[in-house]
């Protein structure tokens, strides 16, 4: 179904914010795990240039940085999977 109604870029989006832990308690975590675009393109059920695509624009819109190969996760990812 979320393939069906959500675009993939929501679908990445949402996905980084739930690796993140965005929405449990406690405070999310700022930083993913180490995981490849080739993984995240699994997930949301995409290619892996599409992944790459997005976290390019991502990564413009300072919704996340890297540093060292890990991935910090900014709130305004939020505003991707909140945008109509």
Known sequence: ???LFNSS????ARTLLLLAHYGARGDPQKVLPKVSQEM???MIG????RVNF???KFRKL?????TNGEIHV???LLRVVLHE
């Open 1 to 3: 179904m979320d393939q």
């Open 62 to 66: 300072a919704s996340f940085n890297t």
């Open 74 to 76: 900014n709130n305004s």
């Open 46 to 49: 995409t290619t892996r240039p």
């Open 54 to 56: 997005f976290m390019n």
């Open 40 to 42: 995240l393109a699994e």
């Open 9 to 12: 870029e929501k679908r990445l």
